[in-house]
Nanobody
Framework: QVQLVESVGGLVQAGGSLRLSCVAS????????MGWFRQAPGKDREFVAT????????DYADSVKGRFTISRDNTKNTLYLQMNTLEPEDTAVYYC??????????????????WGQGTQVTVSS
């Protein structure tokens, strides 16, 4: 079956960096648009970043643009999220997600078919 497994997140001080990864199995990774979403306590799950099937197109939420970078390695079935200059407001559970089809990137969580289990990222001030 399809599995998306995120790396362990962690606790980091404000201004620090962290890289998340997500390993996919049970699907043809290169045929999926991939995305990162996050959910803070008491809030809805929100879009963070998305990348096209070949890595050529990316899109970011305004709140992370210029600080986060999404990338993928189709030879390793792995998605990445490099997070720099972290802020306490970035504290959330982060989820990777897969959207079937080699179409455009998407900010809309309802378009994603598969989700990881989530990983906690905590940024202290």
């Amino acid at each position: 079956q399809v599995q998306l497994v995120e790396s362990v997140g962690g606790l980091v001080q404000a201004g620090g960096s962290l890289r998340l990864s997500c390993v996919a199995s049970g699907l043809t990774f290169r045929t999926y648009v991939m995305g990162w979403f996050r959910q803070a306590p008491g809030k809805d799950r929100e879009f963070v970043a998305t990348v096209s099937w070949n890595g050529g197109t990316t899109d970011y939420a305004d709140s992370v643009k210029g600080r986060f970078t999404i990338s993928r390695d189709n030879t390793k079935n792995t998605l990445y999220l490099q997070m720099n200059t972290l802020e306490p407001e970035d504290t959330a559970v982060y989820y990777c997600a897969g959207k079937r089809g080699q179409g455009t990137t998407s900010r809309y969580k309802f378009q994603y078919s598969y989700w990881g289990q989530g990983t906690q990222v905590t940024v202290s001030s």
